[in-house]
């Protein structure tokens, strides 16, 4: 069974920093490219960050590619989303994405939090 579990979200104060986790469990990361996505009440998922595989190539949303990062470990099955001078705007549930041909898998969220 395949399980993707992000971690790393919560409450942080404006101007800070935050680095979100997903590891997947019962397939190799390393054939998958990944990606984050964000999603607030009311609205769609919405692309934030993508990391291709065999290049490791990445691509990011306009409004955000000043601040985060995306990377991954395959060999720690894992993807990470460095996230710096956070602002309130980036308030909402996190969702790690792995996508091979037409198989793709998600998995359940993290909740962001960006307030004083």
């Known amino acids: 069974q395949v399980q993707l579990v992000e971690s790393g979200g919560g409450l942080v104060q404006p101007g800070g920093s935050l680095r979100l986790s997903c590891e997947a469990f019962?397939?190799?990361?390393?054939?998958?490219?990944l990606s984050w996505y964000r999603q607030t009440p009311g609205k769609d998922r919405e692309l934030v960050a993508y990391?291709?595989?065999?290049?490791?190539?990445?691509s990011y949303a306009d409004a955000v590619k000043c601040r985060l990062t995306i990377s991954r470990d395959n060999v720690k099955n894992a993807v990470y989303l460095q996230m710096n001078s956070l602002i309130p705007e980036y308030t909402g549930g996190y969702y790690c994405?792995?996508?091979?041909?037409?198989?793709?898998?998600w998995g359940q969220g993290t909740q962001l939090t960006v307030s004083s």
């Open positions: 019962g397939v190799s990361f390393s054939l998958y490219s």
């Open positions: 990391i291709g595989t065999i290049s490791g190539s990445t």
């Open positions: 994405k792995a996508a091979l041909v037409q198989s793709h898998y």
